[in-house]
């Protein structure tokens, strides 16, 4: 099993900055992919970015490319979202999840272990 604990949301108005972190425990994949995952009101979950284990590769949603970051330390077992010029349609609960190998897929099924969430709030 994998734990993930998702943590570094807030409320903050709009143009501002926030940066999420994910913690993991448990059993970790060597090989594994982090992403992160947001969910609005009413909507759908939706991908938002990915990094592979050497941080090598990443992927990120159209719509947040050039204003979100994500990065990973492994020795830590822990991987990052640092969020800029953030909007008011960035408002969501957020959510990281790890998968086995490599994938910029943007399918949530396709991720094995999610964390519970943490809500980022921009106010306009």
């Known amino acids: 099993q994998v734990q993930l604990v998702e943590s570094g949301g807030g409320l903050v108005q709009a143009g501002g900055s926030l940066r999420l972190s994910c913690a993991a425990s448990?059993?970790?994949?060597?090989?594994?992919?982090m992403g992160w995952f947001r969910q609005a009101p009413g909507k759908e979950r939706e991908f938002v970015a990915a990094?592979?284990?050497?941080?090598?590769?990443?992927a990120y949603a159209d719509s947040v490319k050039s204003r979100f970051t994500i990065s990973r330390d492994n020795a830590k077992n822990t991987v990052y979202l640092q969020m800029n010029s953030l909007k008011p349609e960035d408002t969501a609960v957020y959510y990281c999840a790890t998968r086995a190998g490599w994938s910029g897929s943007p399918i949530a099924t396709e991720y094995n272990y999610w964390g519970q969430g943490t809500q980022v709030t921009v106010s306009s």
């Open positions: 990094i592979s284990w050497t941080s090598s590769r990443t």
């Open positions: 448990g059993r970790t994949f060597s090989t594994s992919t």
